[in-house]
T-cell receptor, first 113, second 114 residues
Framework: EAQVTQNPRYLITVTGKKLTVTCSQN?????MSWYRQDPGLGLRQIYY???????DKGDVPEGYKVSRKEKRNFPLILESPSPNQTSLYFC????????????FGPGTRLTVL | SQKIEQNSEALNIQEGKTATLTCNYT??????LQWYRQDPGRGPVFLLL?????KEKRKERLKVTFDTTLKQSLFHITASQPADSATYLC?????????????FGTGTRLQVTL
């Protein structure tokens, strides 16, 4: 089954404690992205990657890092989480050159105390 | 700056009626526009895409229109059912092949009642 998986699905942590949210897709897609979704603000792109070792900032990259060492994986790293990073996070992937069918993961709900 | 607005946060309609959701944009010239459905606690699911040179697209009970002069897209669900209740998001992209640069609206929550 074609899918994007994220782990963990839920996470409560404390300010300053480094964390990583993993994302993996099994569709051999080139493009992968991370979004955060907040009430009233909608989905905002954090980082995206067009292929292995190629990443770029989205609209709200501050406080986040990403890496793309393998085509299927695109982890999101919060080196020093703060309460304003409490949000619902989604990973997504799509095939290069295809305008349609962006596949989203199930989401990770992060709470930073 | 680019702005995408979706009409009203919530829309309530009766089962069997046609639901019409609006997506307006400013300071943007999208090559295409997408509509997604999002259920509570889940990731968005792609529904339809319409390109800038297309006026209308249909898929089963769904219809999307795209008016680049008005800078507006309308999303219609005909013969609506309670199972259509969800939040619907529109998303714009600047050019073909730039799916990684989608900009999303905040969504409209549709509630279909019996």
């Amino acid at each position: 089954e074609a899918q994007v998986t994220q782990n963990p699905r839920y996470l409560i942590t404390v300010t300053g404690k480094k964390l990583t949210v993993t994302c993996s897709q099994n569709m051999n897609h080139e493009y992968m992205s991370w979004y955060r979704q907040d009430p009233g603000l909608g989905l905002r792109q954090i980082y995206y990657s067009m292929n292995v070792e190629v990443t770029d900032k989205g609209d709200v990259p501050e406080g986040y890092k990403v890496s793309r060492k393998e085509k299927r994986n695109f982890p999101l790293i919060l080196e020093s989480p703060s309460p304003n990073q409490t949000s619902l996070y989604f990973c997504a992937s799509t095939m290069q050159g295809r305008a349609d069918t962006q596949y989203f993961g199930p989401g990770t709900r992060l709470t930073v105390l | 700056s680019q702005k995408i607005e979706q009409n009203s946060e919530a829309l309530n309609i009766q089962e069997g009626k046609t639901a019409t959701l609006t997506c307006n944009y400013t300071n943007y010239s999208p090559a295409y526009l997408q509509w997604y459905r999002q259920d509570p606690g889940r990731g968005p699911v792609f529904l339809l895409l319409i390109r800038e040179n297309e006026k209308e697209k249909r898929k089963e009970r769904l219809k999307v229109t795209f008016d680049t002069t008005l800078k507006q897209s309308l999303f219609h669900i005909t013969a609506s059912q309670p199972a259509d209740s969800a939040t619907y998001l529109c998303a714009l992209a600047p050019s073909i092949g730039t799916a990684s640069k989608l900009t999303f609206g905040t969504g409209t929550r549709l509630q279909v009642t019996l």
